[in-house]
């Protein structure tokens, strides 16, 4: 790919994607990007949801907020960056969902009065197609879902990334300019831990700020007994969180009916509210409520 000439001397030139626009932009640029800051102008906070690694539950936590969110009276969009592996439809019982056009935008699916949803599951005939993409694409789709999306007025706009520190992540803070900032999720082990790190410096390289780490499966309680097992261990999330000088959002223990609640596709903390994860999620929303009631 031959190199933009406006890439010279940038600074950001080792983190970009590549598809900055020249000093000399056509009509076309910059009526995309008239629409893209218009829509941004609508959505008050925006958040990214990412995990250094696969397999701790980053999907399940960034509905659960999103629906945490939408219960507390926000108005909230979510939107599913994963593009190789999207899990927001299957766990908010989306996934035979297909989205429209009005002529004008993409017409999101809905979850209650509050909650918005966008995900490249909604635009595959087959749930189980693979999709093989490169890094321009990639922001190519992510850019129409940011812009084309009918998201309207929204008080939180949370999204949901893929694992580690790859293109979509990349595509996202940029796009959104200015977003408020991330929230990491983790598990207590060691190389759990450890991976965060390297998604924690590379917020501090892309000058975002981490709103707090999530220490996600931090303990099993019993349904029956209410005895706590910490299986995976517990505290390695905080011990990191405290070392790395970030906000520690809090623990959510393991509990079957998450598993229960995200293979039925019904939002977790709307379901079991009265449980210790559901609480712990209450927990965790509330510096991000806080965000909303400093404006």
């Excluded at 959505?43 to 936590?61: D, N």
């Excluded at 509050?114 to 189980?128: A, R, T, Y």
């Excluded at 879902?145 to 893929?162: K, M, N, R, T």
């Excluded at 390297?198 to 000058?207: A, D, P, T, V």
Aim: aromatic fraction near 4%; proline fraction near 6%; hydrophobic fraction near 35%.
């Amino acid at each position: 790919m031959e190199e933009n000439k406006a890439c010279e001397g940038c600074e950001s030139k080792s983190t970009c994607s590549g598809t900055c626009p020249s000093s000399e932009e056509t009509i076309e640029q910059v009526l995309e990007k008239m629409a893209m800051d218009e829509q941004l102008r609508k959505i008050k906070h925006k958040i990214i949801v990412l995990s250094g690694k696969g397999g701790v539950g980053k999907s399940t936590v960034s509905a659960n907020l999103a629906v945490s969110l939408a219960l507390a009276g926000k108005k909230v969009g979510l939107l599913d960056v994963d593009i190789h592996g999207p899990s927001i439809p299957r766990l908010l019982h989306l996934e035979n969902e297909t989205v429209v056009s009005d002529g004008l935008k993409i017409i999101p699916s809905t979850v209650g009065e509050n909650l918005k949803v966008m995900s490249i599951g909604f635009l595959l005939p087959d749930q189980e197609d693979a999709i093989i993409w490169r890094g321009p694409m990639k922001y190519s789709v992510i850019k129409q879902f940011i812009s084309d999306v009918d998201w309207g007025e929204l008080d939180y706009l949370v999204v949901d990334s893929p694992p580690g520190t790859g293109d979509e992540p990349l595509s996202v803070i940029q796009l959104l300019e200015n977003p408020d900032g991330a929230v990491i999720v983790t598990t207590p082990q060691d190389l759990s831990t450890a991976d965060v790190r390297r998604s924690i410096n590379f917020c501090h390289k892309m000058n975002l700020a981490v709103l707090g780490v999530i220490e996600n499966m931090s303990g099993f309680i019993c349904p029956h007994c209410g005895e706590r097992t910490d299986i995976f261990k517990s505290g390695g999330g905080e011990k990191m969180a405290k070392e790395m000088g970030v906000p520690f959002l809090g623990k959510i223990p393991i509990d079957p009916k998450i598993v229960e609640a995200s293979d039925s596709g019904t939002p977790y903390i709307y379901h079991y509210a009265k449980t210790e994860a559901a609480k712990a999620f209450e927990t965790v929303i509330q510096p991000l409520l806080d965000i909303d009631n400093d404006d």
